[in-house]
C-alpha cells in the first residue's frame, strides 16, 4: 500500500510541473530573452524586424609624432591634442569622410597636423564624403558634413593644416630652406625648402578646413592650410577653409598647383603669398567677412635664391559680404611680387577699401626702385592684371591705388597715371554685372560648408 501511495503521489507532481511548463500564465518564457528594438517576444523566441541603431562615434586621440605609417578611418573621429607631426619617411593615409578634431589650447599646447618635409599625406576626400578639419568645440559626428553649432564667427579654437615639401622657396639671404612660422626653431619637423620643384608631398582632395587660426607661439597665429616649399607632384583640388582666425590659405614659395579653392570668413588675408611661390591657383572663390583683411596678399622674392618662378592666378572671384569692414581690402600687391592675375572679377561692393599696389622710392624719392609697381610698368611686365573685370559704379582708377613704404616719401603723381594706363591696357574693365566665364565656376563647390550655409 506504501509503494502505491508513493508512485501516485511522484506522478501527480510531475504531471503538475508538466501542466505549468505549458502554461503562459505561470512560467513568462520571455522573461530571460532579450530582442533588438523593433522585435518582440512570442514565447520565447524574438519576432519582427529589428530597427537598425548607429554606435556613438568612437574617439581617437593623436598626440606627437607617428612612428609608422598609419590609416585613418571614416568610422571614427581623431582628436588632435596638441601637434601632431608626420615625420619624413612616414605616410598618414585619411578615408573619405573621415572627421579630425582640434582640441583647444594656447601656443606650445595649441593643435595642429603638420606633415613634415619629407613626409606624405594621402587625403582623397569625395564631393559627397569631404575630409573635415573641425575644432572639438563642433558637434559634428560621424557620417555628416556639417555640424550645427558653430558660424563663421567662430574663429581660432584650434591650430590648422601645415604641409611642408622640399620645393624651392626665396627665403631670406642665399637659404634654400626656411623654418615655417610658429614652430619653435629646434624642432626638427619645422624646416621647409629644397631644390626639388617636383616635390610630392601626397593628395589633398575634398578637403574642409573650419575654425581654427589659434596661435601656436606669441602673435603666431596660423592659417587654415600652409603651404611650406611645397612641389608640384603634390595633388591639391577641391580645399575650403572656413571661419580662420588669421589667413586662409597661405603659401611660402613652393611650387605645387592648386585648383577649386574656397576661403570665407577668414580674419587677416585670404589667399596669402609669400617667399616667391611659384605654382598655379586656378578657379578660386574668396568671400570676405566685415572682419576680414585683404583677399589677395602677394609678395615676392624674399632673398637670391629662386628669384625667377612666378605665381598664377586663373579664374578668380573675390567677393564681400555685409556692410564693410575697417580692413577689408580687395588685395595688396607688394615686396616685388612677379606673376599673373587673369579672367578674375573683383566685386567692389561692400568693400571699403581698394586694391594697393607698393611703389618704392630711392634718390631722394624722385626714382622708382624694384617693387611690385616697377613690376607692372616694366617694358616686359613681369607682374601683371588682366582680361579681368572689377564690379563697381566707379572707375578704374579710384579701383586702384599706389601705397609707399619709403621713409618721407609720398606717391608720385606721375606713377598713378602711367599704373591707371597701364592696367587700361590689360583687357580690364569696371562693369556692373559680372561677364559670362569670368572669374570662378562656382558651382564646383556644391560640396562645402560653405554652401550648406548659402554663403556662396
Known sequence: MKLSYLFFSSLSTLLLIASCKNDDNLIDLCASVTCLPGQTCQNGNCTGNAIPTESPSILVNKTGQLTTNESWSADSIYILNSKVVIPSGITLTIEAGTIIKGAEGQESNASALIVAKGAMIMAEGTATKPI?????????????????????????????????????????????????????????????????????????????????????????????????????????????????????????????????????????????????????????????????????????????????????????????EGTGGAKNRLGTLKSSAQGTIDNAVFVKTNFDKDLRIRVSYQNECTEVKNDAYSHIVAETPTLEIKNSEFISDTTLASLLSLYTESADCEVIDENENTLDAIINESNNTVQSEVSTNKGANQSVFGWTWSKANNKI
Open 132 to 320: 573635415i578639419f573641425t575644432s572639438t568645440l563642433d558637434n559634428i559626428e560621424v557620417g555628416q558634413n556639417t555640424g550645427t553649432n558653430l558660424t563663421e564667427n567662430d574663429r581660432g579654437l584650434w591650430g590648422g593644416l601645415i604641409i611642408l615639401g622640399d620645393a624651392p622657396s626665396s627665403v631670406s639671404g642665399s637659404d634654400k630652406t626656411g623654418l615655417i612660422e610658429g614652430i619653435p626653431a629646434n624642432e626638427t619637423f619645422a624646416s621647409f625648402g629644397g631644390d626639388n620643384a617636383e616635390d610630392n608631398s601626397g593628395v589633398l582632395k575634398y578637403i574642409s578646413v573650419r575654425h581654427g587660426g589659434i596661435a601656436l607661439a606669441t602673435d603666431e597665429e596660423i592659417n587654415g592650410i600652409t603651404f611650406g616649399g611645397v612641389g608640384s607632384g603634390t595633388t591639391v583640388d577641391h580645399i575650403e577653409v572656413v571661419a580662420n582666425n588669421d589667413d586662409g590659405i597661405e603659401w611660402f614659395g613652393g611650387t605645387v598647383n592648386v585648383t577649386n579653392a574656397l576661403v570665407y570668413g577668414q580674419s587677416d588675408d585670404a589667399l596669402d603669398i609669400d617667399m616667391n611661390y611659384a605654382g598655379s591657383i586656378t578657379n578660386a572663390v574668396i568671400l570676405q567677412g566685415d572682419y576680414s583683411d585683404a583677399a589677395l596678399e602677394i609678395d615676392g622674392p624674399e632673398g637670391s635664391s629662386y628669384v625667377d618662378g612666378k605665381f598664377t592666378i586663373t579664374n578668380l572671384t573675390v567677393m564681400s
